[in-house]
């Protein structure tokens, strides 16, 4: 087990590498916006897997952390002149801190109740934000531009450097989730997830249990929501807060495997480009085609592979295997 | 021997139903006890009580001197109160050897330590060679080995078996029976709540019996067959008559 | 506020709430049926709805004639997805919770592009009609037409629902979803029961689209709102009961109402998700929920 695990970080470290270098012999803005976006993606999915695959509390309510980190990001650099790259651990605290106030009452619902509350909390503060005029409301709030800098986390000059902010905060979400993996709580997390009543039958606390994961995935997830701001330099409701994109944020650990360390990095890296891609080449003036493809691509990854696309790498043992391995 | 285990007048109903009046024992250190009574005599809800799943109307349930009533599964697992469950469950997306790491880590905060624990525990049980298995692929005398693995993993002071023998064929039994006496062995008091009172008789030290909600009798298994009430109160439930 | 505009208010409510109630009882009956939450519930209203404007306009039928076709129309839509996805849904080994998820919301996220696809992104409403546009008056409070006889045929298909569950069908439904295992001896054809179960809750979504088109503008994402609504009603009054439907459903729209009169109509639906949120820190289960 412990061999297996240090293989696996190990598999992380060549992997980093590999994506480190792949913007370098890229040009082209386009493919590098996707990149990033792609990348963005998998450290968000990653974070939703913390709570949604390992603790197997499916939160369709992400959007609201996203925001969380965006708004408030983004706010305190507006208002307080706090830099970005301050800002975004101030979002994700804040974004942590709801995901606790979320999950405290939330998480005594079971299954399709807490699947329900979990989008309900996130619309109920969608539509406060489109009437919130300290937010910007519906027509959103400009980030201005103040010239290439690391501290701002702004830059026009190059996309490279978003590609490398995007690439680290995947990473480090990777790594949290690997490090994760072999403490206590994140093997309290599955048997939550598996078993709540053999669980606290082994003095497993089962609601904190769930809270450290809620806190854990929030955070991570808010500060991917202003990274996103910063990319962006724009935000408004629908694009940070509104429900499409809570499902966005699941769907590559969905697709790819849930609770698996390279689950959302495959369901991401097939996801995202090809959402992106048949938006822009089959979606223009709302042919509707990408959107069939794209339902159509869910259900049958879903009916197809239920167990997530890293099943189809999972050594084939039969009996031997199991989620762990993957 | 000193008391272990002590039940103090423990009383629970359900929607004005006694399922348990009153009902009072000790579970000395060391030793195998039996919990026995034919059907509706109250044996899981007091097994559950015990467990802390559920709270009791009255009266006090001790580890070491130390109450528990009431106070949840958490805090009794905590205090060293393992169980095992009639329906067995497991956390079938992991494997036997994390498990029974759950089990390890009530008293092992760190990886390694919970690892090596889970490991010994594994060789006690006969499961070694099935370590990296799915605990979904298990067959089902290996799943009621599994629970007692991941229970002996938390270093328990007291184990609560419910109905671990009920359902297996004769030989797999004897295993089961074996794997009590290795778990004795290590020191662990054990409490069984059983309906098959064959295999039961010749393992346990004590017998507490229980008919109707209460205490019917406590003795050594010979005295308790030979108890006429014990007849008397099996004969109406003519499937599981005493031997 | 006066008298008049109070009896307004809680009218609207009353007729918006019925229609809300019969979106969620069809949710309420596959729930409870089988354990699926259906998260293409709303386009299915919104398939209804496009079904009642284009036989509308194509024919020229009046739109009440046409609630009937619709529901049946629909009853074959649930019985084809039951068929074709959730029949395997249901038989996965791994993750089944999440692939019922998962799958029904890449059928709505399909349904909504091949609705767009198909039909544009217009907004499509019934122009005219026996009902369109007319309202009567009684004591300064007006009654839309179409919204009273949507309200009275959400009523009768209410009826329709309850007298089905006294059927021999009904029962077999009852028994299918209190025991799994005990229906297959009785020689109950689980599938059967599960596909029909479906028609019966698209069904539902029928009627309530066939009505709502006649006084709501139809578009491809149409659905998403009345679906959120829907599982907040089901929520509410509990999974798997009809009167909890029905009951939960007019208490949403009377909430809703009053927020909009006594707030901002942009605020009407936080206080219905409000409403919710607070009866389920209360209690878990929904008013009626037993399960």
Avoid at chain 2, 55 to 61: K, R
Avoid at chain 2, 202 to 207: E, M, T
């Amino acid at each position: 087990m412990l061999r297996r695990r240090r293989r696996r970080l190990l598999a992380g470290g060549v992997a980093l590498l590999l994506l480190a270098l792949l913007p370098l012999p890229i040009g082209d803005v386009y493919t590098l916006n996707l990149l990033i976006l792609t990348l963005l993606y998998v450290g968000l999915s990653q974070a939703w897997n913390i709570l949604g695959g390992y603790c197997g509390q499916i939160s369709l309510g992400h959007a609201l952390y996203f925001g969380a980190g965006a708004y408030v990001s983004t706010l305190l650099y507006l208002h307080l002149g706090l830099p970005p790259s301050l800002g975004l651990f101030a979002g994700g605290l804040v974004a942590a801190v709801l995901a606790l106030a979320v999950g405290w009452p939330c998480f005594r619902l079971s299954g399709h109740y807490y699947a329900i509350a979990t989008i309900v909390v996130a619309v109920i503060f969608y539509l406060l934000a489109l009437n919130a005029d300290f937010l910007g409301g519906a027509s959103g709030v400009y980030i201005p531009f103040k010239g290439d800098s690391w501290v701002a986390l702004q830059f026009r000059t190059s996309k490279l450097p978003f590609v490398y902010l995007a690439l680290a905060y995947a990473a480090l979400v990777w790594l949290l989730a690997w490090i994760m993996e072999g403490t206590r709580a994140g093997f309290y997390w599955r048997a939550v997830k598996d078993d709540p009543i053999a669980a606290r039958s082994l003095a497993v606390r089962v609601l904190p249990s769930k809270l450290v994961a809620a806190g854990l995935s929030g955070f991570a997830t808010g500060v991917g929501g202003a990274i996103y701001a910063q990319y962006v330099g724009y935000i408004d409701p629908d694009s940070v807060l509104a429900m499409p994109l809570s499902i966005l944020i699941a769907l590559p650990a969905v697709l790819g495997g849930v609770g698996t360390l390279w689950g959302p990095l495959l369901g991401a890296a097939l996801l995202i480009p090809l959402s992106e891609l048949s938006r822009s080449y089959l979606g223009g003036s709302g042919h509707g085609v990408d959107l069939m493809l794209y339902g159509g691509l869910i259900m049958l990854v879903a009916l197809w592979r239920p167990e997530g696309l890293l099943g189809l790498f999972a050594r084939r043992g039969g009996a031997g295997t199991h989620a762990g391995t993957a | 021997m000193p008391a272990l285990l002590e039940l103090r007048e423990v009383s629970k109903s359900f929607g004005g139903v006694a399922a348990n009046v009153a009902i009072s024992f000790d579970v000395a250190e060391g030793e195998i006890l039996g919990l026995i009574g034919p059907n509706g005599a109250g044996k899981t809800s007091l097994f559950n009580a015990i467990a802390g799943e559920i709270a009791p109307d009255s009266g006090d349930i001790r580890l070491a001197g130390r109450s528990l009533a009431g106070r949840g599964p958490v805090a009794a697992a905590a205090a060293g109160i393992a169980r095992t469950f009639q329906v067995v469950r497991s956390f079938d997306s992991m494997s036997v050897l994390e498990n029974v790491m759950i089990g390890a880590f009530a008293r092992h905060a760190g990886l390694r330590a919970a690892l090596h624990t889970a490991e010994a525990v594994l060789e006690t049980c006969g499961l070694t060679a099935r370590a990296e298995v799915a605990a979904m692929a298990l067959t089902p005398p290996e799943k009621r080995r599994l629970e007692v693995a991941r229970a002996l993993a938390t270093e328990p002071r007291v184990l609560l078996l419910d109905e671990m023998l009920t359902g297996l064929t004769p030989t797999e039994a004897q295993e089961g029976v074996r794997l009590i006496r290795a778990v004795r062995d290590r020191g662990v008091t054990v409490l069984m709540v059983e309906h098959v009172m064959e295999v039961l008789l010749p393992l346990i030290d004590r017998a507490v019996v229980l008919h109707l909600g209460r205490v019917l009798t406590i003795g050594s298994p010979a005295e308790v067959v030979a108890d006429a009430r014990v007849i008397e109160a099996y004969l109406g439930d003519r499937y599981h008559a005493p031997a | 506020m006066s008298l008049a505009a109070v009896v307004q208010m809680l009218l609207s409510g009353l007729l918006m709430g019925l229609i809300y109630a019969l979106v969620a009882a069809g949710l309420s009956l596959i729930f409870g049926l089988m354990d699926v939450v259906n998260f293409a519930h709303g386009e299915l209203l919104m398939l209804a709805m496009y079904a009642t404007f284009f036989l509308w306009r194509g024919t020229g039928i009046e739109p009440l004639l046409l609630v009937p076709v619709v529901a049946i129309l629909l009853f074959g839509v649930g019985m084809v997805i039951y068929r074709t996805l959730i029949a395997r849904a249901l038989g996965v080994r791994a993750n089944r919770g999440m692939v019922q998820i998962f799958i029904t919301f890449g059928l709505a996220i399909f349904l909504q592009g091949a609705a767009q696809f198909a039909f544009g992104g217009d907004f499509r409403s019934i122009g005219h009609s026996l009902l369109a546009n007319r309202t009567v008056a009684f004591a300064g409070v007006y009654l839309p037409l179409p919204q009273a006889a949507a309200g009275v045929v959400c009523l009768l298909a209410f009826a329709a629902l309850l007298l089905i569950a006294r059927t021999e069908f009904g029962r077999a439904l009852e028994a299918t979803r209190e025991d799994r295992e005990a229906v297959a001896l009785l020689g109950i054809d689980r599938d059967r029961i599960f596909a029909l179960g479906w028609g019966l809750g698209a069904a539902s979504v029928g009627v309530a689209g066939a009505m709502l088109a006649g006084f709501y503008y139809t578009s491809p994402d149409v659905g998403a709102n009345f679906a959120l609504i829907a599982y907040v009603t089901v929520a509410l009054g509990g999974f798997g009961s009809l009167a909890g439907a029905l009951l939960a459903g007019v208490l949403i729209g009377e909430v809703e109402a009053v927020t909009a009169q006594l707030f901002d109509p942009s605020l009407k639906q936080v206080g219905v998700l409000g409403v919710y949120l607070l009866v389920l820190l209360v209690r878990p289960r929904g008013l009626f929920g037993t399960l």
